[in-house]
């Protein structure tokens, strides 16, 4: 997380990633939606979202339709699904979307038929694990970007790729950082330019995200059970409610982790 206070300490530890990657860094621009794979397969175009979880394709009619003019076989892509409205209701038109998927199908047209024209989505493409059949996973970010970049060029609105710089010292960094902020959008993501595609990495991708401070009080803990790599925690999660004074009472708001491995500090 990454405030006003961006000197001292988070400038050198912004010039420790850098030279770590090799005295540069690529940054992107961190979009606020649903996580989403495009699977290409000959004719089918399958969605998935996190998980290994699939998106129905009929409720992203305008997305699969953006990608069904790419004309690409055997390929996966990388992305966001992104709602085109400002702030929080891009967001909740995508919910509003994925929940349809387990309407019939008259529902469903309906639905779309009158939300979709005043709340359309779009695909954002920040990478690439396979093209044409030819795995890119273990291709360097600068290599895979080039690739992504070229096919965006047969997009139409629906579909773009993510905003894109590589910058060799901290103060760019940090300018984009506060416009993207000052714009109401989630923060950027650092990726070191020579590194592979790592699923599943949560060191190498480091994210600079706008917060807010609350005051929250903690009402209940969850153990968190041991992973691949992992020890079991005993207080691994925590339920965090808010004080309403209106109601004389706590209203709980979430789920937060209380193991954290944060780059900057």
């Known amino acids: 997380d990454l405030n006003d206070n961006v000197d001292g300490p988070m400038k050198q530890a ?70 085109t409205a400002k702030g929080y209701a891009g967001f909740k038109a995508i919910q509003a979307r994925a929940k349809y998927g387990t309407t019939s199908d008259t529902a469903l047209r309906k639905y779309l038929s009158e939300k979709v024209p005043a709340n359309p989505l779009e695909l954002i493409v920040f990478d690439v694990m396979m093209y044409k059949g030819e795995s890119q996973i273990t291709k360097p970010y600068t290599e895979r970007r080039k690739l992504i970049e070229e096919i965006s060029l047969q997009t139409n609105d629906r579909l773009r790729t993510s905003e894109h710089y590589l910058f060799e010292t901290t103060d760019p960094i940090i300018a984009l950082y506060k416009s993207i902020r000052h714009q109401n959008r989630e923060g950027i993501v650092l990726k070191q330019p020579s590194l592979e595609y790592l699923p599943g990495d949560k060191t190498h991708w480091i994210k600079l995200k706008r917060f807010e401070t609350l005051d929250l009080a903690l009402v209940g803990f969850y153990r968190t059970p041991a992973g691949k790599n992992t020890p079991a925690q005993k207080f691994g999660k925590a339920l965090v409610a808010a004080y309403e004074p209106k109601r004389a009472m706590f209203q709980t708001i979430g789920i937060v982790n209380l193991v954290r491995n944060n780059p900057l500090t």
């Open 14 to 83: 912004l010039r420790s990633i850098i030279t770590s990657a090799g005295g540069n860094i690529a940054c992107e621009a961190k979009e606020d939606g649903f996580r989403c794979q495009p699977h290409f397969n000959k004719n089918n175009i399958t969605l998935f979202s996190r998980g290994l979880t699939t998106f129905d394709h009929r409720c992203f009619p305008e997305i699969v339709d953006a990608l069904s003019r790419l004309n690409l076989e055997h390929t996966i892509l990388d992305a966001e699904l992104k709602g």
